[in-house]
T-cell receptor, first 114, second 113 residues
Framework: DVKVTQSSRYLVKRTGEKVFLECVQD?????MFWYRQDPGLGLRLIYF???????EKGDIPEGYSVSREKKERFSLILESASTNQTSMYLCASSLGDRANQPQHFGDGTRLSIL | DAKTTQPNSMESNEEEPVHLPCNHSTISGTDYIHWYRQLPSQGPEYVIH???SNVNNRMASLAIAEDRKSSTLILHRATLRDAAVYYC??????????????FGKGTKLSVIP
């Protein structure tokens, strides 16, 4: 089975801090994704990557950046954390030969910005 | 964007079949129908997907209407572990929007022991 591992289940940071969320997948998937999930708003795509060093903006990239230096690892960076970035963050991966492939999710990181 | 409509909630007795409906009247010819579920405190989990024909896997079956304007996810024997929010999602095969999943509010399934 595919395993997508997020580095922390819970994280508490302060306003203005630079925050790194890490995600690792073990199935050699080309595509990796970062979503955030908020009550009443569903999942919203922040960024995705279809190859090493490649990235595409999703629906809500403002205030975030990403890094994909190795195929198995995709990092989400909050450049200067703000309270409106308190949320559940979900990482996912999928095969890259076709766009329409099932996505496999990690269990999420619940991030609180104080 | 093609949208889906699902009931907010459903209940089922344990060990009985469950039919979760989804309407997608504006589906286009290249949209795949995906189902995911999300258990409490976990990330979404892929369940099944299809294009035109009915599909079966170890978790569930997917029945797609002939005109593709609706589909039904079938859990053959509900267990307590199946209590989750179930999302029906349309995903284009290629082009803009083909990578991301757009989750709606889904159907919250409760399973009664």
């Amino acid at each position: 089975d595919v395993k997508v591992t997020q580095s922390s289940r819970y994280l508490v940071k302060r306003t203005g801090e630079k925050v790194f969320l890490e995600c690792v997948q073990d199935m050699d998937h080309e595509n990796m994704f970062w979503y955030r999930q908020d009550p009443g708003l569903g999942l919203r795509l922040i960024y995705f990557s279809y190859d090493v060093k490649m990235k595409e903006k999703g629906d809500i990239p403002e205030g975030y950046s990403v890094s994909r230096e190795k195929k198995e690892r995709f990092s989400l960076i909050l450049e200067s954390a703000s309270t409106n970035q308190t949320s559940m963050y979900l990482c996912a991966s999928s095969l890259g030969d076709r766009a329409n492939q099932p996505q496999h999710f990690g269990d999420g990181t619940r991030l609180s910005i104080l | 964007d093609a949208k889906t409509t699902q009931p907010n909630s459903m209940e089922s007795n344990e060990e009985e079949p469950v039919h979760l409906p989804c309407n997608h009247s504006t589906i286009s010819g290249t949209d795949y129908i995906h189902w995911y579920r999300q258990l409490p405190s976990q990330g979404p989990e892929y369940v099944i997907h299809g294009l035109t024909s009915n599909v079966n896997n170890r978790m569930a079956s997917l029945a797609i209407a002939e005109d593709r304007k609706s589909s039904t996810l079938i859990l053959h024997r509900a267990t307590l572990r199946d209590a989750a929010v179930y999302y029906c999602i349309l995903q284009p095969y290629s082009g803009a929007g083909s990578y991301q999943l757009t989750f709606g509010k889904g159907t919250k399934l409760s399973v009664i022991p």
